[in-house]
């Protein structure tokens, strides 16, 4: 039996930023593929492509990405830990996912499938491309870190671009124009303010200003401000996009990029489970069956340069696995 971190290590070992995640699939297809598992690759452009690893009729799909976000950070042990790049976000979880579904196979289980798609951390394409697939499972379980605890809900999202204008003029003479970034200060500033959405479950709607560009040299007033927001939405997007034109109206112009929509998942008996406040490739694949979001590590250390999975936590999401599926068949 193959040791879990090892294979998370070596898949961590294979660079896999988002667009080209061969390395990485290669290696998963590869140990897949020498015991047994049929493998379809769906290639979506070179060194870019999903795998999907079926033993006949699958029931229960596990599944997670094995793209990530730059940059490439090669695996390391230290302590009770395992670092790297993608050691929980989600290379760590594939490791553990495809180990699990071993183990039930050589138990003689053959309704496991296992998906592993690119592109989550951008487009996620991998996700809307594996959607067309010609799924059969009942149920997908798919993997994010979670702490080992099944979620209960899921933050949905959706990105706005917010747009102020001014006019354009010498630095030395700026009551000849008006500077952009001022009503973009302002507008802002007053984020905090907004009465949103709250879900019992998924808790209150959060806006991040992730990115904000305005001017051109530090001597011309500046003529336009652009600032981009990530909405975390816990419910409808209509309502906040109704807040959020209340809110600009006279003032910015804005565009709102398509939504990923918050989801409440089922509660199954025996597993712990609390709500995040991220999104994942599960909206784009519903064609796979029931959703269930489960995976060891925190989302806190994910995209940092410090992430790290667990050892004892990987090792013990094996099982949980294993259990999670059993349970999924015979219900």
Known sequence: MTDVVDLAH???????????????????????RERGWTITHQELSPGHANIWASRGQGAVTLSTHLDTVPPFIGPARDGA???????????GIAAAMMVAAQSLADEGEQRVDLLFVVG??????GARAANSLPATSRFLINGEPTEGRLASGAKGSMAVTVRTHGRAAH????????????PMLALLSTLDDLE???????????????????????????DEAVAQLMVRLVGDPTHVRDILERWSVGRADLEFSPHIPAQHFPAI???????????SDIPLLDRWGTPLLL???????????????????????????????RTLLAS
Not at 269 to 279: I, K, Q, R, W
């Open 171 to 182: 630095s030395a003479y700026p009551e000849l124009g008006a500077s952009a970034i001022t």
């Open 81 to 91: 830990r395992l670092t790297g790049r993608g050691a929980c976000d989600a290379k």
């Open 196 to 222: 949103l959405p709250v879900d019992p479950v998924l808790g209150r709607t959060t806006i991040n200003v992730g990115t904000l560009n305005a001017g051109r040299e530090a001597n011309i007033v500046p």
């Open 269 to 279: 008996a025996g597993f712990e489970a609390a709500p995040v406040s991220f999104t």
């Open 10 to 32: 070596d898949l961590i070992a294979r660079p896999s930023l988002t667009g080209a995640e061969a390395p990485a699939v290669e290696l998963a297809a590869g140990w897949l």
């Open 295 to 325: 995976g060891p590590g925190s989302i806190t250390v994910a995209h940092t340069p410090h992430e790290f999975i667990d050892i004892g936590e990987l090792r013990a999401a094996v099982g949980s696995y294993m259990r999670l599926v």
């Open 120 to 125: 989550e951390e951008k487009s996620s394409d």
